[in-house]
């Protein structure tokens, strides 16, 4: 299928309209003038009709003409008494026409061989007199066809000239959207941080440039985050990794076996961080599915020293497999920095379950309850990626996750409630 650019389409969707509009402009000046030529040749036909019967006299019982009658009228003007033609001279061409209406009892016209016909009685004593005169259309006519072939040409120069102006004009437009697309795409690759800084718009191509600039930072983010995912999975698999290169050198050079629950530990956690991680970057939760909260915690907690502190029946809007990518590496935090105890807890608030993890280590500074999220951020000896891939994990599902200064550890985990979802 051929490809038309946007400026062809502008100046023939231009063309058309012009075109139409000046076909519909030179038809009606065109029934116009003829409605206009057609009364002036009946108000000829009738000023000569008047003037002939202005010098119709009776006299010695016949009818006849006075010398005030031009005799120019004569080849234009014929007087019929009683049924006879009396005065003038009519053209063979029109003789019967002529005789026809002379016996008109009422004023009646006809157009023959391009002329136009009047006949109207006259009043005279005695006598059944009539007028016919005749009024020659070729002149209106030839009028008519120069004015439509005038007009035909001047429309097609006006056509021309609408389509010469609108190619001009998008042109010209079009030269500003080519110029910022081929900054955007130079930027893109060699200064993608630029941006048109147009200020507030004026025109489309102002609405254009911030909408560009919106766009160009929406990618800029999209790349971030792409670069941040990166760097959080590598910091990630860099920790079990290390263990088990420590755990398989201190084997080999103590000589001894590579404990097997060791390995199968640090095994799932790479697994586990895997999954986590690629699956908050490419999943969106969706608002249907549901879980027990209790159960999901339960599941997560097994094997470790936490307190489960959910009264079974608490239900969220997310699955399971969320509750427990969000809770894991949070207990992991709770785990690594508590003195003695961690908890999970869970209350209902508007819309929201909102759910606990609580240790009795030293907590969060207030100025830090925001920058603990971020990668490589640690208090203690890990990589400081646990509360950056469960704020991850979270924001994937629609769930916030938030730190809490009160002296001892406490972060909130605010699953949607499924009846606030209904």
Do not use: K
């Amino acid at each position: 299928m051929a490809v038309t650019s946007f400026r062809s389409r502008v100046v023939a969707l231009t063309v058309l309209v012009a075109t139409t509009v000046v076909a519909v402009l030179v038809v009606l000046s065109h029934v116009l003038l003829s409605r206009v030529t057609d009364a002036d040749a009946h108000a000829m036909a009738r000023t000569r009709a008047e003037a002939a019967a202005a010098s119709i006299a009776v006299e010695g019982g016949r009818v006849v003409m006075t010398e005030n009658g031009s005799e120019a009228l004569d080849s234009v003007a014929w007087v019929y008494a009683d049924g006879q033609l009396v005065d003038g001279f009519v053209p063979t061409a029109l003789l019967d026409q002529v005789q026809a209406l002379s016996g008109s009892p009422a004023e009646r016209t006809a157009v023959v061989q391009g002329h136009l016909l009047l006949a109207r009685p006259v009043p005279t004593a005695g006598h059944r007199t009539t007028v016919v005169v005749g009024v020659d259309l070729m002149p209106y006519e030839t009028s008519e066809r120069h004015s439509l072939t005038a007009s035909l040409i001047l429309g097609a120069l006006a056509v021309l000239l609408a389509a010469l102006v609108a190619d001009f004009a998008v042109r010209r437009s079009l030269r500003v959207v080519h110029e910022m697309a081929a900054l955007a795409d130079d930027w893109g690759d060699h200064e993608p941080g630029r941006r048109f800084d147009l200020g507030v718009p004026r025109d489309e191509f102002g609405e254009l440039g911030g909408t560009l600039d919106r766009l160009l930072d929406r990618i800029d983010g999209v790349l971030e985050e792409e670069r941040r995912l990166s760097d959080e999975i590598a910091h990630e698999l860099r920790t079990p990794l290390t263990v088990l290169r420590g755990e398989a050198q201190l084997a080999q050079l103590s000589g001894r076996q590579l404990p097997p629950d060791a390995v199968l530990r640090e095994v799932e956690r790479l697994n586990s961080a895997i999954t986590t991680i690629l699956g908050a970057a490419r999943r969106r939760v969706g608002g249907g599915d549901r879980c027990d909260l209790a159960a999901a915690a339960r599941a997560v907690i097994a094997g470790r020293g936490v307190e489960l502190d959910v009264a079974a029946g608490v239900e969220v809007a997310v699955p399971a497999e969320v509750v427990t990518a969000v809770l894991a590496p949070l207990l992991d935090n709770g785990l690594r920095h508590a003195r003695a105890r961690v908890r999970v807890t869970a209350r209902t608030e508007a819309g929201v379950v909102v759910a606990e993890v609580l240790d009795d280590g030293p907590g969060f500074a207030a100025e830090e309850v925001e920058r603990v999220f971020e990668a490589g951020v640690s208090a203690g000896t890990g990589h400081g990626l646990g509360l950056a891939v469960a704020r991850r994990v979270a924001a994937s599902a629609g769930v916030e996750v938030r730190a809490v200064a009160v002296g001892h550890g406490r972060v909130e985990v605010l699953f949607p409630a499924p009846w606030a979802a209904t």
